[in-house]
């Protein structure tokens, strides 16, 4: 079974640019999370989907963040217009919904820079 | 306000020895407690979790401890070997939170020779 995975695994952009992260979830996960490590600091939730739905966006830090899931399959993370302190490792998790809590699986995460 | 800290400084031991690790969390109320390992250039991968009702969980080497009384988990990993180095990181699963996980920072372990 393949595992999440992420793309691109390494991006630098400058100051004002656009970027989209992409994540693959594994095949017949209905969750989807968004984490990201920042320089120095605890990796830190972003925002949850269940399938297509936004279950859960407190943890996006403005609207410059904009996240999808359309079809509840691979979901992607826009930042427009990056800032320096977007800079970070961004991590997507998936898990499946059985009806009780399940582990989460994260994929290798998105090195981002942004100069 | 609230936070969780882990052993700030990265973690030596001899191989053979048992590491413990610490996770010390001020005002959250966690439903679960959960141990993940993290590699360079990885993501975090699950080790294990323990509920806000139970005491002590176990896996091969590996064993949990969750006091909800001092807000505290200590992570052991016995007979350690050089392939245990890496970070290990504690998350709260908060009661009412859903399913999102609230990390620590991490503790660093070295295993030597």
């Known amino acids: 079974e393949a595992g999440v995975t992420q793309f691109p695994s390494h991006s630098v952009i400058e100051k004002g640019q656009t970027v989209t992260l992409r994540c693959d979830p594994i095949s017949g996960h209905d969750n989807l999370y968004w984490y990201r490590r920042v320089m120095g600091k605890e990796i830190k939730f972003l925002l949850h989907f269940v399938k297509e739905s936004k279950q859960d966006e407190s943890g996006m830090p403005n609207n410059r963040f904009l996240a999808e899931r359309t079809g509840g399959t691979y979901s992607t993370l826009k930042v427009q217009p990056a800032e320096l302190e977007d800079s970070g490792v961004y991590f997507c998790?998936?898990?499946?919904?059985?009806?009780?809590?399940?582990?989460?699986?994260f994929g290798p995460g998105t090195r981002l820079l942004v100069l | 306000s609230q936070k969780i800290e882990q052993n700030s400084e990265a973690l030596n031991i001899q191989e053979g020895k048992t590491a413990t690790l610490t996770c010390n969390y001020t005002n959250y109320s966690p439903a679960y407690l959960q141990w993940y390992r993290q590699d360079p250039g990885r993501g975090p991968v699950f080790l294990l979790l323990?509920?806000?009702?139970?005491k002590e969980k176990r896996k091969e080497r590996l064993k949990v401890t969750f006091d909800t009384t001092l807000k505290q988990s200590l992570f052991h990993i016995t007979a350690s070997q050089p392939a245990d180095s890496a970070t290990y990181l504690c998350?709260?699963?908060?009661?009412?939170?859903?399913?999102?996980?609230?990390f620590g920072t991490g503790t660093q372990l070295k295993v030597e020779l």
């Open positions: 998790a998936s898990s499946p919904s059985r009806g009780r809590r399940e582990t989460q699986y």
């Open positions: 998350a709260l699963e908060l009661t009412g939170g859903g399913n999102k996980l609230t």
């Open positions: 323990i509920r806000e009702n139970e």
